[in-house]
Nanobody, 124 residues
Framework: QVQLVESGGGLVQAGGSLRLSCAASGRTFGYYAMGWFRQAPGKEREFVAY????????YYSTSVKGRFTISRDNAKNTVYLRMNSLKPEDTAVYYC?????????????????WGQGTQVAVSS
């Protein structure tokens, strides 16, 4: 199993930046593709970003492409989400997830393990 713990959320003004981290337990972190999702109040959880096992492939939702960057450090068992030019509509609980399937994983059902989430609030 993999346990995921997110951190780095907080309150930021529009236009600001945050970096989220997700620390994974276990020795098999490199076996999993990783993703970030978010869920705003009253809305479904939505895909934000994906990174492959060996970091050679990333994919973003259209709403964050060009503003957010996903990265991972397999030696540290950690995946990151750098968020720049934040907007009020980015306000949500952000979750990291680990998936053992192959291909670009963009739906919640393709991921096997989830963190507890970290709150991001962007004020206008």
């Amino acid at each position: 199993q993999v346990q995921l713990v997110e951190s780095g959320g907080g309150l930021v003004q529009a236009g600001g930046s945050l970096r989220l981290s997700c620390a994974a337990s276990g020795r098999t972190f490199g076996y999993y593709a990783m993703g970030w999702f978010r869920q705003a109040p009253g809305k479904e959880r939505e895909f934000v970003a994906y990174i492959s096992r060996n970091t050679d492939n990333t994919y973003y939702s259209t709403s964050v492409k060009g503003r957010f960057t996903i990265s991972r450090d397999n030696a540290k068992n950690t995946v990151y989400l750098r968020m720049n030019s934040l907007k009020p509509e980015d306000t949500a609980v952000y979750y990291c997830a680990a998936g053992s399937s192959y291909g670009v994983l963009v739906t919640t059902r393709e991921y096997d393990y989830w963190g507890q989430g970290t709150q991001v609030a962007v004020s206008s």
